[in-house]
């Protein structure tokens, strides 16, 4: 997107960007005003449809109100791509594998003849919008939201998905107000493509699935990774790489993989829900150590070529925090700065502040330590008249804590070992939950790893669970010395809090490595001794940072079990109402909103609420 001067008669005064993202998964909102990033959310929240691609009005309605504001008084509208040029890739795609592919081609062309690329028309009909529309690349937009919200005044620039328009990789630079990208992969040629195509092949959800065959990975032995070099991918010193297209049907096709993919790893996909093989877990550990391997490359590459100290990251790929924490420990850069909402949904974000600090060339504050994105606490938050008027309403036995009373009172029942429903203060943006909208619990606890995985998310035994840990108290525990604020970075348990195994756990194999006790704090001690940390500071998130701290000064440890508010197939909860619904449903014991605490024991059973995970698509 070049610099322009605004057009005439742009009105006094603030000026407000919408940006938005739609119509592949996790379509969002965001509004940035002067600059500053007012509110951002993802529409699956409101419609309760996870990773919904839907145009997102109720993200929009939500933005616009928080800032005040009506559509009439948006000055800019910036999508997060180019519908054209996208298209342009779909035609180019099917006419390079025809006649193969009709089926797929049938399908979607007339979505896209009929809606998607006449994007302008659409934003303007569903918004009743008559201002200036703004198309930046989808690349671009990725590179927007690692940049600008960043503490640093300059940085390399990597995003990393499974495409945009061509786009599936690119690196450049960010200086003040502006980025430059001076380097690109194109489709089909995809590290995150490559990823879903064993996420699909292990039986997980593509763009859905991808983090759980991350943490099926420590499961597994590497068995597969020659194979993966040798026949899937010609892989290059400076991370550049070909996929060989023989083996995927992406391309064209309604599926990930074939016939001949099936062939090279032994037999068909597993079907979904059907149980874990040592296959799978081997087939999850492999693509994990060769997407960390390329990311590795890249970084090493990018450091070479920008002669940059700090590194920033978005894209999809991005969200591998396994990957992220590999390029911090080796040092290719003195610090790194990822988008907590990595994915298509910070595509918003990035469209918005590209709009403002490129296309309007307003200057851009950046003092190298503290970003700009608040903590990523960017959605709705709700008063505390709002959530007493709620409860009321609804009779639902509840007990007002005052400010000072909560983080004892919670410490209490963490050390209790009872599960706690968190709700406070504004929903967080992107897929992590950073203490607005959790579920905590006692990580020295050995058993409630299993506990919340199997009777509170409904969810694969398998699944580790992430610890937030003060940031001044990170390294006691984590072999981390500087600070990751939303869950973006794995880091090795401290040595200090390590349990060291006997001989017959160390023969353990495969999901019998879940049967022991690793470390001090068991429940989020991965099978490898990683942990996907949450550093937390009093300046982001004060009442959450006073529970840790307390359970700290009288239980021994500051670290809590951190994971999100929502069972399996159910996106994070945004209201009270959502939260209490997600707290009556499941074997949570105490939830805390706001200053109200619900004790389970006391509760009334739910009206009509048998099968009630019917509703939800499970993945």
Known sequence: MNPGAPPEGLREGKISILGISAFYHDSAACLVQDGKIVAAAQEERFTRKKHDAAFPRNAVDFCLKAGGITIKEVDYVAFYEKPFVKFDRILHSYLAYAPVGLKSFLKAIPLWIRERIWMKDLIQTELNYEGKILFPEHHESHAASAFFPSPYPEAAILTVDGVGEWTTTSFGVGRGNHIELLSELHFPHSLGLL???????????VNSGEYKLMGLAPYGEPRYVDSI????????????FRLNMKYFNYGVGLTMTNERFNQLFGGPPRKPESKLTQRDMDLARSIQEVTEEIMFRIARHVRQETGMKHLVLAGGVALNCVANGRILREGVFDAIWIQPAAGDAGGALGAALLAWHQYLDKPRQADGTRDTQR???????FSRDEIREYL???????RELDDEAIPETIADLIKAEKVIGWFQGPMEFGPRALGGRSIIGDAQSSKMQEVMNLKIKFRESFRPFAPSVLRERVSEYFELEGESPYMLLVAPVAKSQRREMTKEEQKLFGLEKLLTIRSTIPAVTHVDYSARIQTVTEVDH??????????????????IINTSFNVRGEPIVCTPEHAYLCFMRTNMDYLIVGNFLMEKTVQKPLE???NWLKEFELD
């Open 375 to 381: 903590g990523s606490y960017l959605g709705p938050s």
């Open 542 to 559: 004060p009442v959450y940072y006073r529970t840790i701290k307390k359970f700290g000064e009288k239980y021994g440890c500051p670290v």
């Open 608 to 610: 009509k609420d048998i």
């Open 229 to 240: 070099l040798k026949e899937l991918i010609d892989l290059k010193e400076d991370g550049s």
């Open 195 to 205: 990823y879903s195509a064993f996420t699909y092949f292990t039986g997980f959800r």
């Open 392 to 398: 009321k309403r609804e009779n639902i036995p509840f």
